[in-house]
């Protein structure tokens, strides 16, 4: 067996490479999530007394969506072109391939994730640069990461990949967005780490059961 | 060099994560301070029978329906048993 | 008849009968609630409906688990035929809880965490069915299902637990290691004996799906058979 860390690094740079040359994913979360935010801009209105109780909701449902779309594009070089089988045939560990898959598209969703803010800052005249934001979005994200990538390589083999994905991640990640948009409010609000700690804590306990679940069960997904 | 073997590890932290998210959940449930009442409308008891007829009716048509849909399915299975044993005859016949 | 016949049929008699006296109960023998009036006795199938597809879901979890476990079809039929019945028993949930709210509370819907919780649970074993039947054939879409079966289960908890977690409209959890709501004590035994009733209505129905679906199976192979005897597809049906 192959050593575990170089795996996945070497995995996660494969990613990052091909990502380099065609900025699929990113370019996909970035123009879904802007499009988002602008949309519910516009649609709920220039009020300011509207603004702020939305714009959390507003930030999370942006991320969400835009997040499946990246993770819908995780797999899809792989099973299209083969790739999966030749890693599969290599010694490597499968947490190995699922640590890295993951890893990839966190990455990538927090890059996006990371561009997205400026641009909501102006819609939504909200500072979105607090630590304590930048932390839920990073814990969030894990959690998407994590489930996102096993159902990712659920869903390419079924038979309408765009439909099932959604249909899987969506409804398992809602207490990550439910955790995520309290303590999101909570932060824009000026609140303390004391006042978010309930929402903070389940964000965290679902990523560790999200984590160790996923790199359990992807090896069962593999299998041909 | 033995290789690193990760499936000990994972199996702690699965047992641990099992462990801590079921034990984190009531402990989170012991923060929370509201308890709720609902606030119902009360007025002539007699008003809302539409309502508590809809939900018994709903239930059993909703039981009822399963049932024949899973009678539906044995007797589409009956029937395809028929038609693969007159293939076996047939396929008898020509041999 | 066979000694499994007998028993089922026996099965069904018992939970004929029980359902009868509970419906006596119901309607003539528990006292009227005096805040909500009649329309209260709907709490005896909402609240059952509830913990029977609890116990449903946990039982998609076993099969799941014994599945990827062992890898025996048995597990597989198990995990199906309990999160079918599962989908079933949560619609009436929503549906019930939908009809019980529009007079209570004014409206027929809102946004609080255990209703957006429970009908998140039903959106994950509808995702359930979906994925069995948009996988390719073999042994993979059982596996697939089999990862959901479990992961999904965490909702379970999740739902139950929501009351407490959060703040919400919904009444409180009454039975169970959350328990803090208080009820009169006959409305308490007939709540129990309710939800006795459609546990055995459940597993009635679990014990006729699971050998539906083994029997489906079964003809399925046969008919894999039949095809490779005649060199022909089969078009039948």
């Given at each position: 067996m192959t050593k575990f860390?170089?795996?996945?690094?070497?995995?996660?740079?494969?990613?990052?490479?091909?990502?380099?040359?065609?900025?699929?994913?990113?370019?996909?979360?970035?123009?879904?999530?802007?499009?988002?935010l602008i949309i519910f801009n516009f649609a709920l209105g220039p009020s300011p007394q509207i603004t702020p109780v939305v714009a959390p909701g507003v930030l999370w449902v942006?991320?969400?969506?835009?997040?499946?779309?990246?993770?819908?594009?995780?797999?899809?070089?792989?099973?299209?072109?083969?790739?999966?089988?030749?890693?599969?045939?290599?010694?490597?560990?499968r947490e190995a391939i699922y640590v890295g898959k993951m890893l990839g598209s966190l990455f990538f969703m927090l890059m996006s994730e990371i561009i997205l803010l400026p641009a909501f800052a102006?819609?939504?005249?909200?500072?979105?640069?607090?630590?304590?934001?930048?932390?839920?979005?990073?814990?969030?994200?894990?959690?998407?990461a994590s489930i996102g990538t096993l159902?990712?390589?659920?869903?390419?083999?079924?038979?309408s990949r765009e439909i099932m994905l959604p249909m899987l991640f969506l409804p398992i990640?809602?207490?990550?967005?439910?955790?995520?948009?309290?303590?999101?409010s909570t932060a824009f609000e000026g609140g303390s780490w004391s006042d978010m700690t309930k929402s903070v804590q389940l964000i965290a306990v679902f990523d560790v059961v999200a984590l160790v679940f996923s790199a359990f069960a992807f090896e069962h997904v593999l299998q041909e | 060099m033995k290789p690193f073997s990760l499936?000990?590890?994972?199996?702690?932290?699965?047992?641990?994560?099992?462990?801590?998210?079921?034990?984190?959940?009531?402990?989170?449930a012991q923060q929370d301070i509201s308890v709720q009442v609902t606030n119902a409308e009360s007025g002539d008891t007699e008003t809302n029978l539409p309502y508590l007829f809809a939900v018994y009716s709903i239930t059993w048509i909703a039981f009822f329906a399963y049932l024949y849909y899973m009678s539906q399915r044995q007797r589409n299975l009956r029937s395809e048993v028929e038609e693969l044993r007159q293939i076996l005859a047939e396929k008898e016949g020509k041999d | 008849m066979s000694?499994?016949?007998?028993?089922?049929?026996?099965?069904?008699?018992?939970?004929?009968?029980?359902?009868?006296?509970?419906?006596?109960?119901?309607?003539?023998?528990?006292?009227?609630?005096?805040?909500?009036?009649?329309?209260?006795?709907?709490?005896?199938?909402?609240?059952?409906?509830?913990?029977?597809?609890?116990?449903?879901?946990?039982?998609?979890?076993?099969?799941s688990v014994g599945y990827l476990w062992k890898g025996t079809s048995k597990w597989d039929h198990l995990a199906y035929s309990a999160a079918e019945i599962g989908v079933l028993l949560t619609t009436l949930l929503l549906i019930t809880g939908i009809l019980w709210a529009k007079p209570i509370w004014g409206v027929w819907w809102t946004w609080e965490p255990r209703l957006t919780t429970s009908l998140m649970l039903w959106l994950i074993y509808v995702a359930y069915l979906m994925l069995r039947a948009y996988s390719p054939p073999g042994n993979q879409g059982a596996r697939y299902a089999a990862v959901l079966g479990i992961i999904g289960f965490i909702d379970v908890p999740i739902v139950y637990y929501s009351v407490k977690l959060w703040r919400t409209v919904h009444p409180q959890v009454i039975v169970g290691p959350a328990a803090s709501g208080s009820l009169d004590s006959s409305m308490r035994i007939l709540l129990f004996l309710t939800v006795a009733t459609f546990t055995v209505l459940f597993v009635y129905l679990l014990i006729d799906r699971v050998s539906l679906r083994k029997s489906e199976d079964e003809v399925e192979w046969v008919r894999g058979i039949a095809e490779q005897a005649s060199h022909l597809p089969l078009s039948l049906r």
């Open positions: 860390w170089p795996t996945v690094a070497a995995l996660m740079w494969k990613d990052i490479l091909l990502e380099l040359r065609t900025k699929d994913i990113v370019i996909s979360i970035l123009a879904f999530a802007l499009l988002s942006a991320f969400t969506f835009a997040g499946v779309l990246g993770l819908t594009r995780a797999f899809v070089l792989e099973k299209d072109q083969g790739n999966l089988v030749g890693l599969l045939i290599t010694p490597t560990s102006v819609l939504f005249n909200i500072s979105p640069f607090r630590p304590e934001l930048l932390l839920i979005i990073l814990l969030a994200t894990i959690g998407f159902f990712s390589a659920i869903a390419i083999n079924t038979r990640v809602v207490p990550i967005i439910i955790g995520a948009v309290m303590a999101s | 499936k000990p590890l994972v199996t702690l932290l699965v047992v641990s994560a099992i462990f801590v998210s079921t034990a984190a959940i009531p402990a989170l | 000694i499994g016949m007998v028993l089922k049929n026996g099965l069904f008699v018992v939970c004929a009968t029980m359902m009868l006296v509970i419906l006596y109960l119901i309607f003539m023998w528990v006292p009227t609630d005096n805040i909500q009036g009649t329309v209260q006795r709907i709490m005896y199938f909402h609240v059952s409906v509830a913990w029977v597809a609890f116990l449903a879901f946990f039982i998609v979890l076993v099969g």
